[in-house]
């Protein structure tokens, strides 16, 4: 095939990353609709100008004593959103042998959590097979980075009309990020927030970091996007000592929520024990927060 062949049948006018008017237009008009989008998830959580709402926990739901040890620290703490995940992608497929999914038994003890403390439910759907168990329980379904164009899953996600976390992919531009969350728009559901969760960069500082937040995409989304932006410090820098700074720069950045990880033993962890905050760690991060977040007129609930 000649080069010329190639260049003759290009048929999308503006492959790039920038977003065009055309785009806006043709491509995203429900994603940049002018509309101000507040996700209301029950009475007392709703994402929109006025609130950050706090989304922590493990990252996996190991056991029913973790689960429950974690969601009543962050009940006296006032955060209301726990995040857990019974379904878990992991890099390598042998990388733990202590660490088993827990599947649907992990999600029995997050009803559990949910029935007894009353907390809101965020869970990552790999699997069409695990929706409708998955929406039994949870009360947000995370679309983790890796199916962020999963396009099947995000349809069959949005049809559930339950909100929607779609995290971007590492590796996607803001363009590829809009025209995932508009398949999610175009189906109905309207409940949808966009989750900043780092990108891949030659210069990470060093191995424990895997990707860098991308602070600038979220006032970069805001320019264009009138639906809740959140950032997740936790699986951006991959490591617990800079989240703090990140969580600070996200909340001065305008974001919308934070997802925030937090274990009783970090080091314990049985996924990426580099990432979570300790407890003291972690509610020190909050009340800093909540003292930043009052600067620019926000609430951290
Ligand atoms: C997670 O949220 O636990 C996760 C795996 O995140 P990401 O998809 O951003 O890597
Ligand atoms: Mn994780």
């Known amino acids: 095939m000649s080069k010329k062949y190639f260049i003759k049948n290009l048929t999308n006018k503006n492959p790039t990353k920038d977003i065009t008017e055309d785009d806006i237009k043709f491509k995203i008009p429900k994603i940049t609709s002018k509309n101000k989008k507040n996700v209301k998830i029950n009475n007392k959580i709703i994402f929109n100008a006025k609130n950050i709402p706090i989304i922590a926990g493990p990252n996996g739901v190991e056991s029913r004593k973790l689960i429950f040890n974690v969601a009543k620290f962050l009940k006296k703490k006032g955060i209301n959103i726990l995040r857990g995940h019974a379904y878990k992608p992991l890099t390598f497929p042998y990388r733990s042998n202590q660490y088993l999914e827990t599947k649907n038994e992990g999600m029995n003890w997050l009803d559990e959590v949910k029935k007894y403390l009353k907390m809101t439910i965020v869970t990552e759907v790999t699997e069409i097979k695990y929706l409708d168990r998955i929406c039994q329980?949870?009360?947000?379904?995370?679309?983790?980075?890796?199916?962020?164009?999963?396009?099947?899953?995000?349809?069959?996600?949005?049809?559930?009309?339950?909100?929607?976390?779609?995290?971007?992919?590492?590796?996607?531009?803001?363009?590829?990020?809009?025209?995932?969350?508009?398949?999610?728009?175009?189906?109905?559901?309207?409940?949808?927030?966009?989750?900043?969760?780092?990108?891949?960069?030659?210069?990470?500082?060093?191995?424990?970091?895997?990707?860098?937040?991308?602070?600038?995409?979220?006032?970069?989304?805001?320019?264009?996007?009138?639906?809740?932006?959140?950032?997740?410090?936790?699986?951006?820098?991959?490591?617990?000592?800079?989240?703090?700074?990140?969580?600070?720069?996200?909340?001065?950045?305008?974001?919308?929520?934070?997802?925030?990880?937090?274990?009783?033993?970090?080091?314990?962890?049985?996924?990426?024990?580099?990432?979570?905050?300790?407890?003291?760690?972690?509610?020190?991060?909050?009340?800093?927060?909540?003292k930043i977040s009052k600067i620019f007129k926000r609430k951290i609930i």
């Not at 991959?238 to 703090?244: D, E, I, R």
């Open 137 to 290: 329980t949870a009360d947000i379904l995370q679309i983790g980075s890796r199916n962020m164009q999963n396009l099947e899953l995000l349809k069959e996600c949005a049809l559930t009309k339950k909100p929607i976390i779609l995290k971007r992919h590492f590796g996607a531009s803001l363009r590829d990020l809009l025209g995932a969350s508009e398949h999610i728009l175009i189906e109905g559901n309207e409940r949808l927030i966009l989750c900043e969760r780092g990108v891949v960069s030659p210069h990470t500082h060093r191995d424990t970091s895997r990707f860098m937040l991308d602070i600038q995409a979220i006032p970069a989304l805001k320019e264009i996007v009138n639906y809740p932006i959140i950032s997740d410090p936790s699986h951006a820098s991959f490591w617990a000592p800079w989240v703090p700074s990140l969580v600070y720069a996200s909340i001065a950045a305008n974001c919308d929520g934070l997802i925030i990880e937090t274990h009783p033993k970090p080091e314990k962890s049985k996924v990426d024990p580099l990432q979570p905050l300790n407890y003291k760690k972690f509610s020190q991060v909050i009340d800093m927060s909540k």
